[in-house]
């Protein structure tokens, strides 16, 4: 395999010859608490350079960033994941410390510049982290580049860490009564704000608002209504004239409403007002003015 044929005697390339930087890269990045955070291996040089192989060894806390999987680039790789070794790094990969390893293809080579990358390391942010190149591990295992001559080890430079802030978004639900105000009956979430993996439980209060209804009407639009619209049966605050979602629940029930767990959603707005029928009347309550969070 790859990684024991690296662990041979190397050629060193001749002295002045420009080194490959292998970089990190975004260097710095902030993602939602929970979500993906990507960080690309490059290689980059300022002079033209064939390259034969790479292997590429990474560090971070697995505390606070966890490992989901590494994709090959679409430089036309002939092989490119983490393969067994020689010190056992790949034994576990999800430990804090991993040696990837990408082979060109013989036929065609690959030339620097244009800057190349290797793979996209993909890791969920547990808590904001560092993603580290280390130069060398255990007795064999180390961040080079190979040229196209065979066993000849190209000057190498390391960038800094690629630094990953993991942000925690906060839910709001802001209450909007509308021109002429309805009722404030509609209650935030009793459990949960609008969270990404979260069930969203809002609640009409029937102590004083409507206690003979029968049912629960929830409306949520992404977007609020062009201006506030009087009616017999309240003000309407949300967008009714295009698409929006409608769910029900028994009088006084709280809805229960998945929110999918899509970081996309993190910070998107939305909008939402209830509305309390009998067998006869229809009333509307005030608008929750939403915005989507990770707690």
Do not use: Y
């Not at 606070?64 to 590494?70: D, M, N, S, V």
């Not at 009564?177 to 209060?205: F, K, Y």
């Not at 006869?280 to 989507?292: I, Q, S």
Request: hydrophobic residues 50%; proline residues 11%.
């Amino acid at each position: 395999m790859l990684a024991c044929s690296l662990s041979l005697p190397l050629l060193i390339a001749p002295l002045g010859t420009p080194p490959v930087e292998v970089r990190l890269t975004p260097a710095v990045q902030t993602v939602p608490k929970g979500c993906i955070a990507e960080v690309d291996a490059v290689l980059s040089s300022s002079a033209p350079q064939l390259v034969a192989a790479v292997e590429v060894l990474i560090s971070w806390d697995p505390s606070r960033l966890q490992l989901i999987q590494a994709l090959p680039s679409n430089e036309g790789w002939l092989v490119a994941a983490f393969l067994g070794d020689p010190d056992g790094i790949n034994d576990d990969v999800t430990d804090g410390q991993a040696l990837f390893t990408a082979l060109a293809n013989p036929a065609l080579g690959l030339t620097l510049p244009p800057d190349r990358t290797v793979a996209t390391f993909q890791f969920k942010a547990l808590d904001s982290g560092t993603v580290a190149l280390l130069p060398s591990l255990g007795a064999f295992a180390e961040t080079r580049v190979i040229g196209a001559l065979p066993g000849l080890e190209l000057p190498v430079s390391l960038s800094a860490p690629a630094v990953v802030i993991a942000q925690n978004v906060p839910s709001l639900e802001v209450v909007r009564l509308g021109t002429p105000p309805n009722p404030n009956a509609l209650l935030p979430g009793q459990t949960s704000g609008p969270v990404i993996g979260a069930i969203w439980d809002p609640v009409v209060d029937h102590t004083s608002f409507f206690p003979g209804a029968l049912v629960d009407l929830i409306g949520i639009s992404a977007a609020p209504a062009p201006m506030d619209l009087p009616s017999v049966f309240g003000t309407f605050l949300i967008d009714i004239a295009n698409p929006f979602l409608l769910f029900s629940t028994p009088a006084g029930q709280p809805f229960q409403l998945a929110v999918n767990f899509n970081c996309a959603l993190v910070g998107r707005q939305a909008f939402a007002q209830a509305a309390s029928l009998d067998a006869v009347d229809v009333l509307l309550t005030n608008a929750l003015d939403l915005t989507v969070g990770t707690f």
